[in-house]
């Protein structure tokens, strides 16, 4: 089952990485009011449904792919619907 | 008794300090030993155990994130929770946080750069098995070299934290942005220590300062304490 995973700065936490970018897209000549730069991971995960691979992608962010402290994570799961 | 105890430094793929840090353990008194991280066990008779700067696995996902799920991790685990010293530099203090042997994160830095200079770290607290040869209060000179050092927790965190006085070390300059200028903290035991700067590259006043020397010689003596327990068990 194909698992996409977003994990993000959470809001209200500094993102110097986001704010190098939007410093760079402004000397570009571009007009940006913000810019944040998070993660995205592609996941093939073995589970019988979308329940049970939520279930276990939930447990992957919340052990590794994502620092609650400071990132939050939303999972997508293909063919399941919004 | 005048032995050499054994310190063991971790070895993670991308560790770059960590013959610097067995190096000046040794000129310490210590019998310093680099240990792979496939390693499932740590060497016999360890009196303290040293996670290294560096960049281990390149840094991916997040720094340290990687190296808290490598096989040594497992020893090092049981190792701090039976009171054994474990000491975290720079990318160990990393690695600490994510593995949640020590509280909070390091981020990027505030100003997105890479400092590389020396610092003023101040000794919060005289009375952990790290800073048992500094007086409360003192200044040290110490190097930093990161990108990722800037150390965070929430609010709430951050004050159960200073109340039962874990922040150890803080910086007495501007340096990254760290919450609180938090340059080193220990578990809530006070047997595991995490800090930024590079105690191992201050140990001779010829390369700058001296006072990193300090926080290693106090590990060591930590360390010896703890192997002739063992033996006189």
Redesign the interface.
Same mark, same amino acid.
């Given at each position: 089952m194909k698992v996409t995973v977003f994990v993000r700065p959470k809001a209200g936490? $500094?993102d110097?990485?986001g704010?190098?970018v939007l410093g760079s897209l402004r000397s570009l000549g571009f007009a940006v009011g913000g810019a944040r730069v998070g993660?995205l991971v592609d996941l093939e995960v073995d589970a019988d449904d979308a329940t049970e691979a939520r279930a276990q992608v939930e447990r992957m962010c919340q052990e $590794? $792919?994502a620092?609650p $402290?400071?990132e939050s994570f939303e999972i997508e799961i293909e063919g399941e619907a919004a | 008794m005048n032995i050499r105890p054994r310190v063991a430094v971790l070895v993670f793929p991308g560790s770059n300090d960590d013959r610097d840090a067995a190096w000046a353990l040794g000129a310490l008194g210590a019998d310093a030993q680099l240990v792979w991280h496939a390693e499932t066990e740590l060497p016999r008779e360890t009196g303290a155990v040293v996670l290294p700067g560096g960049f281990s696995y390149g840094d991916y996902?997040?720094c340290g994130?990687i190296a808290r799920?490598a096989t040594i991790m497992a020893a090092v685990r049981a190792f701090a929770s039976d009171g054994g010293p474990v000491l975290g530099i720079c990318n160990g203090f990393q690695i600490l946080c994510?593995a949640g042997l020590l509280p909070?994160?390091l981020?990027?830095?505030?100003?997105?750069e890479f400092v590389c200079r020396d610092v003023a770290i101040r000794v919060e607290r005289a009375d952990t098995l790290f800073t048992s040869r500094c007086e409360q209060g003192q200044t040290l000179t110490i190097p930093v070299k990161h990108g990722e050092g800037s150390w965070?927790?929430?609010e709430e965190?951050y004050g159960e934290l200073d109340a039962a006085g874990q922040i150890v070390l803080r910086y007495a300059e501007d340096c990254n942005?760290s919450v609180g200028d938090v340059a080193g903290v220990c578990d809530e035991a006070g047997n595991v220590l995490g800090l930024m700067p590079h105690p191992e590259h201050a140990v001779d006043p010829l390369l700058g300062s001296g006072d990193g020397a300090l926080l290693l010689a106090a590990l060591v003596d930590a360390a010896r304490e703890r192997v002739l327990a063992m033996t006189a068990r």
């Open positions: 936490i $500094l110097p990485q704010e190098a993660r $590794l $792919l620092n $402290l400071i | 996902l997040r994130a799920s994510e909070g994160v981020r990027r830095n505030r100003d997105q965070f927790a929430d965190l942005g």
